[in-house]
């Protein structure tokens, strides 16, 4: 395949007019506009349409009625056919609190998932169970307990590998010491926490480089309480941002945007299983959830929000049109930013040569107009 005639979004993060060859799935070369031409593949005029790289998103729980810890083979495969018809192409689902017992057969159906449809599965975030019960938000406190190393590298082994984050709580029993032992065998991210500044400090000094959906199920900043969100400014931490227009004000997105730097911002969706239906109840790691409008709260509750009901391509797209930030931005923190956090750049999340042929075709409106996924166009 050939994609001719689109503003390539390159790796040098801008938009270029060019051409791009696809072949055994992967980009086998990017060139000037008109400089490529078709022998036997086919052509795929993107004229007047931007090109950026296929989605990837790292923390998310469901859609359309399926929620990664309770779906069956068939269920996980109807989340990823959603993700990718909305240009997701990566997935690396969340999981919640739950015993190891249940942990570790949602690790098994991971490891045993291998479909050719749908958003390939890179991945599998633990958010819980080692956070803080103050700070549970929507997990469901019956599970949450102190971190444990060894629970961790069985279910690692469970999972052939897939754990790419673990999501703690600085302050809890034994988490530093996780954090010191685990960081070289996987991303661990502070998270649902009631940490101060010097705890924060110390756990991003020990190995913690994440913080999982910023500002949410954490202290905000207090000037004479700084708390881990300038903690982790100050580490140069990676952080997450759900921008559905629900758990973050605008401003907030864009001066996340700008304090911590391009490079640093992941849009994630924390989707959970009502995302792709409508208004309505469901449920989020076995416990009731109320969805009305762009909501969804604990249905005992009200106060707590459950995850989005927003697919990570809507969130990037209200973060260019509703929230001010640039386009080239808001692809790279939906992108190539994931992609790296997890280790999976190399593949994902970029039109560079080698990476799979995985592109989005956007209309002036940021319309989906064409989804390639591995040099195959995708019907959405």
Known sequence: ?????????????????????????????????????????????GAEMYAIPGLVDIHFHGAVGYDFCQASKEELLKIAEYEAKNGVLAICPATMSYNEEILGHIMDKAADYQEDTGADLVGINMEGPFINIKKAGAQNPEYIMPADKEMFLRLQERSGGLIKLVDIAPEGEGAMEFIEQCHDKVKISIAHTCCDYDTACKALKKGASHMTHLYNAMPGINHREPGPVIAALEAGA????????????????????????????????DSMEATGLLDGDYQLGGQ???VKGKKAVLTKDPGVIAGSVTNLFDCMKN??????????????????????????????GKIAVGNYGNVLLLDQKLNIRNIIQKGRIMSI
């Open 1 to 45: 395949m050939i994609i001719k005639n689109a503003m390539v979004y390159t790796s040098d993060h801008r938009f270029e007019k060019k051409d791009i060859r696809i072949k055994d799935e992967r980009i086998a070369e990017i060139a000037e506009n008109g400089a490529l031409e078709a022998k036997e593949e086919d052509v795929v005029d």
């Open 288 to 290: 009731d959830v109320t």
């Open 319 to 348: 973060c260019v049109q509703n929230m001010g930030i640039p386009l080239e931005v808001a692809v790279l923190a939906a992108t190539e930013n994931p992609a790296g956090a997890i280790g999976v750049e190399e593949d994902y």
């Open 238 to 269: 990676e952080v997450e941002l759900i921008a559905d227009g629900i758990h973050i004000h605008p401003a907030m997105v864009r001066t996340t945007f700008r304090i911590f730097g391009a490079d640093k911002v992941i849009l994630i969706s």
